[in-house]
């Protein structure tokens, strides 16, 4: 689903996923992982916001914030969720980098007295109840391991697009210097996510 103007889609939902106790429901899971962030035409983040006057400050702090939560929360899932050494290694990480960049973010906007704004139309909140509520719901296993890297190499695929675009719409100089600071982080997770990924083909 793309939504109008400037909405960022940062989180989907694998609503195809119930359980994962065959090969039939390992393709689901990862076939709706792709849906939800990788497909062209299904959620990958906005790049049309000259169109529509471009993202404000405020977006870009809610994206941001977003974003980070929604890694978190994930990450979180997996440490305890998650079957291989690996996975459960990875979702520490990124919770603890992603924790740094949320309290990173937040200082900055407590210091530039912007309050997060989400954009017009965005949807992301309740897709990112239902991509958690898919995660928490489906059983444990190697299939739940695949799936949750599948969806986070399509995640920060797309994160780090719409960080492209945030930079460029950008008006303050260390909002702008966070999201540069911000995407080295955000490619080294998609480099160890799809390193991951080849090992479970």
Known sequence: MKLSGNSVVLMGAMLLA??????????????????????????APSTEPAAAGGLTDANIVWIVSMANKGEIERGNIAETKGTNAEVKNYGKMVVGEHTALETEAQALAAKLGVSPM??????????????MDTFNSTAKGAAWDKAYV???????????????????????????????????????????????QKKMM
């Open 118 to 131: 989400m954009p017009a139309g965005d949807q992301t909140e309740m897709m990112a109840k239902q991509q």
């Open 18 to 43: 119930t359980a994962c106790g065959d090969k039939k429901d390992e393709n689901a899971m990862a076939d709706s992982a792709g849906m939800a962030m990788g497909s062209s035409t299904a959620a």
């Open 150 to 196: 599948d969806y986070e190499v399509t995640y920060h695929q797309g994160l780090l697009e719409t960080a492209k675009t945030a930079i460029g719409a950008a008006q303050n100089a260390e909002l702008k210097a966070l999201l540069e600071k911000a995407a080295p982080v955000v490619q080294k997770h998609i480099d160890m996510a799809v390193a991951m």
